[in-house]
């Protein structure tokens, strides 16, 4: 199963990625049993995430998880929008790697499973 993890992580919060990965790193070194990769997407703020993956982008990600490879004309016809709005936002996406094309142009999600990851804290 191929997963993706979509974080927001502050700057501040870079050293702990950081730890997380030597963690994970020296574990595997060690022998530990391997497991199955997780693309991650870090955004350093809600902001960028929202610009990225707005809400009619969420929509066309998880209609195309639904309904598998399609052409871009395909894609536009079922989510009954402009061609070149969908367009733009797979451009977008598959920029970041959320989408991707196959050997046949078409676009689609290489995830089974897309897990968003954030905290809002109140101001200590």
Do not use: C, Y
Not at 16 to 36: H, I, P, Q, T
Not at 47 to 58: A, C, E, G, H, N
Request: aromatic residues 8%; hydrophobic residues 45%; without cysteine.
């Amino acid at each position: 199963m191929k997963r993706a993890i979509i974080q927001v992580r502050a700057e501040q919060d870079a050293s702990a990625v950081l730890e997380s990965m030597g963690r994970d790193f020296v574990d595997a070194w060690n022998g530990a049993k391997a497991a199955d990769p997780i693309a991650t997407f870090t955004f350093s703020s809600p902001t960028q995430l929202f610009s990225v993956i707005s809400p009619k982008r969420w929509e066309l990600i998880e209609h195309l998880q639904r309904i598998g490879p399609s052409s871009i004309r395909g894609l536009s016809r079922s989510l009954e929008r402009d061609i070149r709005r969908v367009h733009d936002d797979v451009t977008a996406l598959i920029e970041w790697g959320i989408i991707e094309r196959d050997d046949d142009g078409k676009v689609l999600v290489p995830f089974d499973v897309i897990h968003a990851d954030f905290d809002l804290r109140a101001v200590a």
